[in-house]
């Protein structure tokens, strides 16, 4: 079965980290480029980071720049998210999408929750 399959998120406090995982199966992962994306309450999917097939080359959204890090394994199928200093406005559903965006792939995972609450 083609999926993917997120795992890592929780409850954590402002200034605290998480580290997300994805775990793919069904197809050749290092065939394509991943991303992450988030979902807020009441908003739209917002586009978090890209990697390439690779793992080479990778660009975040302005406001994660610096903050989080994404990378991936290619011999365990697996696509991961570094969140550092995180801030109440990251709270949001996290999905790791097969492509290049939030308007640009062809497969997602369930999502993982994300709240950063003091």
């Known amino acids: 079965e083609v999926q993917l399959v997120e795992s890592g998120g929780g409850l954590v406090q402002p200034g605290g980290s998480l580290r997300l995982s994805c775990a793919a199966s069904?197809?050749?992962?290092?065939?394509?480029?991943m991303t992450w994306v988030r979902q807020a309450p009441g908003k739209g999917l917002e586009w978090v980071s890209t990697i390439s097939r690779n793992g080479r080359m990778t660009t975040y959204a302005e406001s994660m720049k610096g903050r989080f890090t994404i990378s991936r394994d290619n011999a365990k199928n697996t696509l991961y998210l570094q969140m550092n200093s995180l801030k109440s406005e990251d709270t949001a559903v996290y999905y790791c999408v097969r492509g290049l965006g939030p308007k640009s792939y062809d497969l997602r995972g369930q999502g993982t929750q994300v709240t950063v609450s003091s």
């Open positions: 069904g197809f050749t992962f290092d065939d394509f480029a």
